[in-house]
């Protein structure tokens, strides 16, 4: 099972509409999650941390359910800016500051 | 917003040569990472660096592959004799403000040297 898992996509929506996106991560004992944002050939860039009792920034929703070991991100009245891959990220805490990288789900925001 | 910066953007390198990236870590952090994409697939953890030794390596970063901070604010990936595989985009990170860091807190990265082996 791979470690960071995602549907690659291409999720091709209209401006406005609200879509989601889901990942699941192998280990238990993870502690931290991202959601990041890459847009093609450039660098990896933080949208959210993901937090146990969910949270909200703007227009974009991140859930962790641990027991299920699912993360979701929610992104409400999409704008064309929006079309990018976007990251799930895993963290397994302890001693270790290593991210893990699921390989990304493509959003495409058409006019 | 602070940044963390990578030179070059491109560097084209025969086989076999060696070559170093650079990083300036955003000032305050104090952990500092270097991980690769090769185009196409997903990004890879190279290794970790705190307190000015490595913290922890993957199994790509094998004997030909070094890390250093040569002062308070250059941090470089060098790898020696290198191969067609190497080719992949290379991105450095930091995190952990003063104080010292923990691993939720989110790494920021900079914007990549694309390394081409010929």
């Known amino acids: 099972r791979k470690e960071v898992e995602q549907d690659p996509g291409p999720f091709n929506v209209p401006e406005?509409?609200?879509?989601?996106?889901?990942?699941?991560?192998?280990?238990?004992?993870?502690q931290s999650f991202f959601w990041y944002r890459q847009d093609c050939r450039k660098e990896p860039k933080l949208l959210m941390s993901v937090y146990s009792s969910g949270n909200e920034d703007g227009r974009f929703t991140a859930q962790l359910n641990r027991a299920s070991q699912y993360i979701s991100l929610l992104i409400r009245d999409s704008k064309l800016s929006d079309s990018a891959t976007y990251l799930c990220v895993v963290n397994m805490g302890d001693s270790s500051y290593k991210l893990i990288f699921g390989s990304g789900t493509r959003l495409l925001v058409r006019p | 917003e602070p940044e963390v910066t990578q030179t070059p953007s491109h560097q084209v390198t025969q086989m076999g040569q060696e070559v170093i990236l650079r990083c300036v870590p955003i000032s305050n952090h104090l952990y500092f990472y270097w991980y690769r994409q090769i185009l196409g697939q997903k990004v890879e953890f190279l290794v970790s660096f705190y307190n000015n030794e490595i913290s922890e390596k993957s199994e790509i970063f094998d004997d030909q592959f070094s890390v250093e901070r040569p002062d308070g604010s250059n941090f470089t990936l060098k790898i020696r004799s290198t191969k067609l595989e190497d080719s992949a985009m290379y991105f450095c990170a930091s995190s952990g403000g003063t104080g010292g860091g923990y691993s939720n807190q989110p790494q920021h990265f900079g914007d990549g040297t694309r390394l081409s082996i010929l």
């Open chain 1, 16 to 30: 406005g509409a609200t879509v989601a996106f889901n990942c699941t991560y192998s280990n238990s004992a993870s």
